[in-house]
């Protein structure tokens, strides 16, 4: 039994939490930049907004990936602050999250802003239901010390260049990059696990004519991991009725693509759901993945817009 729970420990830990440890989001290309960097925090479309995602995996798939994320993003002149919960579950492993994100804006242009960011992010990884295993002895002490859950800390930093259509952006994720003992959960002294850093860019430009309601945004971003496949997502949004409506679509590198659509209310409440598929034999049985976000947002945002201009700034 406990090599079963090694196996099935080895496979959590290093086949799917350390290739998504910080969990993938379609969403957050089209409209929370700050779980991409931290330093587009305080630079979302308001100037407080609260996010709810909901992301559903491969949903004909048992104990398929769910993750669920609440996060605030705020914007106080030059500095932004944000926090984000989340539970990433998988089968029943269980990553839980919280992050404290912190970013300072400074004007380079009348239009221009360029956002240096941190993020503290506190993991605790842990079993839950472990008789949803088929572990037949769940007092076995392997996997009571795995029920109990192991903690890590880790850092985050963010590069966010934005203005009025144009968007770049560079950030280095778990920069600590420590480790986890997995010895007490397997019953096997050797057992480190580190925990791999994460490199992403994204990019986007706005294209809108001066007095049209309709605009275009094509967005990259790029992803790296060590012992994992490079990733690169390109992405078209189209926005109509000034992006009160947004449609858009995902060309996933690692095989697999998604659809998305966003609707704005009263100029503050947005949902927005997008369906993720496959192009391999696994789409013939996962049956895709859904997303849902709803956000509610108070004050427009225009640090975009330069709220600071280089010419204040030196008074």
Not at 4 to 19: E, K, N, R, W
Not at 163 to 181: H, M, W
Not at 271 to 289: C, E, I, P
């Amino acid at each position: 039994m406990r090599i079963l729970f090694t196996a099935l420990c080895a496979l959590f830990i290093t086949g799917v939490v350390f290739g998504q440890q910080d969990p993938i989001r379609s969403h957050a290309i089209y409209s929370n930049h700050m779980l991409l960097n931290p330093g587009a925090t305080g630079a979302g479309m308001f100037d407080h907004e609260i996010n709810f995602n909901y992301r559903l995996q491969w949903t004909d798939f048992p104990s398929s990936p769910k993750t669920g994320t609440l996060n605030y993003n705020g914007n106080f002149g030059r500095m932004g602050l944000g926090i984000t919960l989340f539970n990433d579950r998988i089968v029943s492993f269980d990553n839980l999250g919280a992050q404290l994100s912190y970013a300072y804006h400074i004007p380079v242009s009348e239009n221009f802003n360029i956002g240096a960011g941190l993020t503290g992010s506190l993991y605790r990884w842990r079993l839950r239901n472990a008789d949803d295993l088929g572990l037949v002895d769940i007092t076995d002490d392997a996997v009571m010390q795995a029920a109990e859950g192991m903690n890590s800390f880790d850092v985050s930093f963010g590069l966010y260049a934005h203005g009025k259509n144009l968007t770049v952006g560079l950030s280095a994720l778990n920069l600590i990059a420590g480790e986890l003992d997995l010895g007490d959960a397997v019953g096997s002294r050797d057992e480190i696990t580190n925990i791999e850093r994460h490199y992403q860019a994204l990019a986007s430009y706005r294209i809108k004519g001066k007095d049209s309601k309709v605009s275009i945004t094509p967005m990259v971003l790029a992803r790296y991991e060590q012992g994992a496949p490079f990733q690169v997502d390109a992405t078209l949004q189209l926005g109509l009725a000034d992006e009160q409506i947004r449609l858009g679509a995902t060309y996933r590198s690692t095989d697999a693509a998604s659809i998305f659509a966003g609707f704005l209310f009263d100029e503050r409440f947005e949902v927005a759901y997008s369906y993720d598929m496959h192009f391999s034999d696994l789409q013939r049985y996962s049956n895709g993945t859904h997303e849902l976000t709803l956000r509610v947002g108070f004050g427009k945002n225009d640090m975009k817009a330069q709220k600071i201009t280089v010419e204040e700034d030196m008074k």
